[in-house]
C-alpha cells in the first residue's frame, strides 16, 4: 500500500471513528468504563483538591424530607390497601404563594411528585397556582401519568437510565424519545435555545450537541451542614414556615425565614425536594439527591457541557487518525512506540525487548483512557473507552487478515 493511499484510507478511519465515538457518547446508558474511570479519577482529585460547593450564593435548596402525610393508597386492582407518605401539599401551597407573590426568584425546580394515583384536599388551590407561575418545572415520569392535565406545561421528564452492567447513575438523557427533559425545559426557557435533532446528530444553536451526558456534580449536597457548619439547605416547615412540632412533652417553633429574611430567595434558583431521604439515586459518586440530579443536568446544560468542544473533536481526529494509520501499516502501538524510542526495530536485541514490555502496556485501551482522562480533566467532556478500543481492534485483525491473504495469493502465483 503506498503512503498517499494509507493517508487517504487513516484519514476515512478516522472520521468513521469519530462519528461513531459521538454516537456512542450520545447514548443514555453507560455502555463502557469511562464512569469507572470517573470515579477513580474524582477520588484521586479529592485527594489533593477537596470539592467546594460553589453555588450557595445563587441556589436556594428546600428540602422537603421532613414534611410527609398519609394518604390512601389502592393495590394494582384499585382496591385501597392502607396508607403511603407524600410531601405535604398544604406547606407547598403556602411556600409557593409567598414566593409567587415576591416574585424575586430565578427559577423553581420543584422536584415533588405530582402522579395521578396520589391526592389530597389542597390539590385544586396548588395546581391552579402551579399552571399560573412563571418560570417554574416539576417531574413527571416516562410512564406515570400526572394528576392534572394543567400541569403537563410546567413539566419536563425526571427519567435516567442504568443498564445491567452499570447499575449506578453515569448519565443524563436530556431528550427521551422525542420527549424533552426538566433540565432542557428550564434551559430552553431561560435562554431561549434549544437542542434540535437531525437523525443521528443534534444541534444547539452552530454547536454540535450531545442528547446525554455524564455528569460532574458541581452542586453536591452529602449533608446538611458544611464542615464550617453553614446550611446546605433549609428544611421546608422547620426552617422557612416556622412549623411547631411536639417533641415529647415540649412544642418546637420552627423559624420561620421565608417571612423574615429579604434577601432569601431573592434572585436564586430555588429547589424543592427531597435532599435527606427518600430520593437517593446511586452514582459514580456515591448517592446523590434526585433533585440535585436534575439541578446538575440544567447546570452542564448552562455550563454547555452538552456541546461538543470543537478542540475536543481535533484531538481525537489526531488521535484516531495515527492509530489508523498504525493499523493499515500493521503496526500496534507499542510496536510503533518501541520503534521510535530505539530508532529501529532491528536494534540492539536486549534494549528492544526492555522498552517492548515498557511499550505493551499502551494497547489501543491504555491509549483511549489516556486520551478520556484528558479530555475530561483539561476540557470537561468525556468520551467512550472500552467499545472504541474493541472496535480497533476488530479492525486491526481484519486488516493483518486482508494482508495474509494477499500474501497467499501472491505466492500462490
Avoid at 393508597?73 to 396508607?83: E, K
Avoid at 409557593?96 to 415533588?112: A, P
Amino acid at each position: 500500500m503506498s503512503k498517499k493511499l494509507r493517508v487517504i484510507l487513516a484519514s476515512c478511519m478516522a472520521v468513521g471513528m469519530l462519528l461513531f465515538s459521538y454516537w456512542v457518547t450520545s447514548q443514555r446508558y453507560a455502555v463502557s468504563g469511562e464512569t469507572t474511570l470517573l470515579r477513580k479519577i474524582e477520588l484521586v482529585r479529592g485527594w489533593f483538591k477537596p470539592h467546594v460547593n460553589p453555588m450557595s450564593d445563587s441556589v436556594l435548596l428546600v428540602n422537603v424530607s421532613y414534611d410527609p402525610v398519609l394518604f390512601v393508597t389502592d393495590d394494582s386492582y384499585g382496591i385501597p390497601a392502607g396508607y403511603d407518605k407524600m410531601t405535604d401539599r398544604q406547606k407547598l401551597l403556602q411556600l409557593l404563594t409567598e414566593l409567587d407573590r415576591k416574585k424575586d426568584y430565578k427559577y423553581i425546580l420543584l422536584d415533588v411528585e405530582f402522579a395521578d394515583d396520589i391526592h389530597s384536599e389542597t390539590d385544586s388551590a396548588l395546581f391552579t397556582l402551579i399552571s399560573s407561575m412563571d418560570k417554574i418545572v416539576i417531574p413527571r415520569d416516562y410512564e406515570r401519568r400526572l394528576a392534572d392535565e394543567s400541569l403537563y406545561d410546567k413539566a419536563g421528564l425526571a427519567n435516567y437510565f442504568t443498564n445491567f452492567k452499570f447499575v449506578s447513575f453515569a448519565k443524563f438523557p436530556y431528550i427521551v424519545d422525542g420527549q424533552e427533559s426538566l433540565p432542557l425545559k428550564m434551559y430552553q426557557e431561560l435562554t431561549g435555545r434549544h437542542i434540535n435533532q437531525h437523525g443521528l446528530f443534534s444541534t444547539d444553536g452552530f454547536w454540535l450537541a450531545r442528547e446525554s451526558v455524564v455528569l460532574p456534580f458541581e452542586l453536591r449536597c452529602d449533608s446538611a451542614y458544611t464542615q464550617e457548619g453553614e446550611k446546605v439547605w433549609y428544611n421546608l416547615g422547620m426552617d422557612l414556615l416556622g412549623s411547631n412540632y411536639v417533641y415529647g412533652n415540649d412544642t418546637i417553633q420552627g423559624t420561620d425565614e421565608l417571612y423574615t429574611n429579604p434577601g432569601l430567595t431573592k434572585w436564586k434558583y430555588i429547589v424543592i425536594g427531597a435532599f435527606s431521604s427518600g430520593d437517593s439515586h446511586y452514582s459514580y459518586l456515591e448517592n446523590q439527591p434526585g433533585p440535585a440530579i436534575l439541578f446538575n443536568a440544567f447546570l452542564s446544560l448552562m455550563n454547555g457541557r452538552h456541546q461538543v468542544s470543537y478542540g475536543v473533536m481535533l484531538l481525537l481526529a489526531i488521535s484516531f487518525f495515527i492509530l489508523s494509520y498504525l493499523i493499515l501499516g500493521q503496526q500496534t502501538i507499542d510496536e510503533a512506540i518501541a520503534e521510535r524510542i530505539t530508532g529501529s526495530t532491528k536494534t540492539g536485541k536486549a534494549v528492544q525487548k526492555v522498552f517492548g514490555v515498557l511499550a505493551s502496556w499502551i494497547g489501543y485501551s491504555m491509549f483511549l483512557t489516556l486520551l478520556c482522562i484528558i479530555t475530561y480533566l483539561w476540557m470537561g467532556e468525556v468520551y467512550d473507552i472500552f467499545i472504541t478500543a474493541t472496535l480497533f481492534q476488530i479492525i486491526s485483525i481484519l486488516v493483518n487478515w486482508i494482508y495474509k491473504l494477499k500474501n497467499k495469493a501472491k505466492h500462490a502465483k
